[in-house]
């Protein structure tokens, strides 16, 4: 049995959990399995990419002032255009800046000349993707494909209720594979611990 490597594999997992037949293509949709899952793959897609700190999809990058800031913020820093989530800013979780703030896809911060940032990208390549997250999101495409496939509210909703579950032991795993350097400080640290990163700061769960 081989793992996912592809879009179609990942959609073929979802239409299992549904007991819908499989489907060869969402590049060239034709049966209307294809094109309910054409429309729907990569928007789950980037929706599961935030849902966590992904450690595959974690990306460090350091970005120069776009402009003056607003709102009593110094400075602005356009978000790469390949993020979808801002994990934290500054050089660690630890010792992460928190006080910032985005609108716009621009970053406002009391930095005035660079600004580190770490993010989850948009991440495509399936066969590099964490095997649990494959499995949220298979789960999650599962739920948002049902209704539309069939016609079973009942199935979107047990659909969602497993990928709720996925998600808490998949953002576990990953975090405890991105232990925090110390002990002393931060509220990320207790959400690490939790699930993987995510916490009740809005900045770091959706």
Request: charged share 25%; hydrophobic share 40%.
């Amino acid at each position: 049995m081989t793992a996912p490597v592809s879009a179609v594999d990942i959609c073929n997992l979802a239409l299992d959990h549904l007991g819908e037949l499989s489907i060869s293509s969402i590049e060239s949709p034709v049966t209307r399995a294809e094109q309910v899952m054409a429309r729907h793959y990569d928007q789950v897609r980037r929706a599961c990419l935030r849902k966590a700190m992904w450690n595959f999809a974690m990306t460090f990058r350091t970005v120069t002032v776009s402009g003056a800031g607003e709102g009593g913020y110094a400075s602005a820093f356009l978000l790469p255009n390949d993020c979808v989530r801002l994990n934290y800013t500054g050089e660690d979780p630890v010792n992460a800046d928190t006080d910032f703030q985005i609108s716009d896809r621009y970053i406002y911060s009391n930095s005035t000349e660079s600004l580190a940032l770490a993010y989850n990208k948009d991440f495509t390549e399936v066969s590099k993707m964490d095997p649990m997250f494959i499995d949220y999101f298979a789960f999650k495409l599962a739920a948002a494909t049902a209704v539309a496939l069939t016609k079973k509210y009942k199935l979107q909703e047990a659909m969602t209720v497993y990928a709720k579950d996925v998600l808490a032991d998949a953002a576990s795993v990953d975090g405890q594979e991105r232990p925090p350097t110390r002990v002393d400080k931060s509220r990320l640290i207790t959400a690490r611990h939790r699930m993987g990163g995510i916490g009740s700061d809005s900045r770091y769960y959706e």
